[in-house]
């Protein structure tokens, strides 16, 4: 499978504790995305890299939050000191950067669920 | 502030008929467009793009039309199937490539056979 895949599909915290979500995107894409989905909403951004830039971290992205991609490859999501309120779907999204639609191929996701 | 609404949380059509579903936005800044399908479980899975260039965009039974003097976008499947249940969302984004995608809130279809 060739897709973009993410690790652990379901984490269930206590409140307090740290969480890392990893993310493997699609080998030859060089652009790669956090996204963060609740309940009936659609996903909203977090940030995003190009090869292993930071170009662009939402407002949404508090202090707590930080995120990598140290090779250009892989990413990891870190959240610390988790609240109730992080609950959610954590999506990672690439993309190659001059393809004919741009568009941004998802992942299966990260369900957290913080007791 | 909701920059891309889709305001019917759910829509349910009979198998062979026609799916219309919409979306608005705001910002007169978006210059792409892209709709995507979601099932149960899974990531979204882009379907169908259009570019605001263009006003109409076909792909097999989906096509998307643009009206950018009422800031709306619609996608058409016809004709529906029963597979074609899934949640679908608008998205939107400015630049030609590689930014920050804002959804809507999605639309719940339902093709009864």
């Known amino acids: 499978d060739t897709g973009v895949s993410q690790d652990p599909r379901h984490k269930i915290t206590k409140r307090g504790q740290n969480v890392t979500f990893r993310c493997d995107p699609i080998?030859?894409?060089?652009?790669l995305y956090w996204y963060r989905q609740t309940l009936g909403q659609g996903p909203e951004f977090l940030t995003y890299?190009?090869?292993?830039?930071?170009?662009?971290k939402s407002r949404l992205l508090s202090d707590r939050f930080s995120a990598e991609r140290p090779k250009g490859s892989f990413s990891t999501l870190e959240i610390q000191r988790t609240e109730q309120g992080d609950s959610a779907m954590y999506l990672c999204a690439s993309s190659l950067t001059g393809s004919r639609y741009n568009e941004q191929f998802f992942g299966p996701g990260t369900r957290l669920t913080v007791l | 502030d909701q920059q891309v609404k889709q305001n019917s949380p759910s829509l349910s059509v009979q198998e062979g008929r026609i799916s219309i579903l919409n979306c608005d936005y705001t910002n007169s800044m978006f210059d792409y467009f892209l709709w995507y399908k979601k099932y149960p479980a899974e990531g979204p899975t882009f379907l169908i793009s259009?570019?605001?260039?263009?006003d109409k965009n076909e792909d097999g039974r989906f096509t998307v039309f643009l009206n950018k003097s009422a800031k709306h976008l619609s996608l058409h499947i016809v004709p529906s199937q029963p597979g074609d249940s899934a949640v679908y969302f608008c998205a939107a984004r400015t630049g030609t490539s590689g930014s920050r995608l804002t959804f809507g809130e999605g639309t719940q279809l339902t093709v009864n056979p």
């Open positions: 890299f190009q090869n292993e830039a930071q170009l662009e």
């Open positions: 259009i570019s605001s260039i263009k």
């Open positions: 080998s030859e894409h060089n652009r």
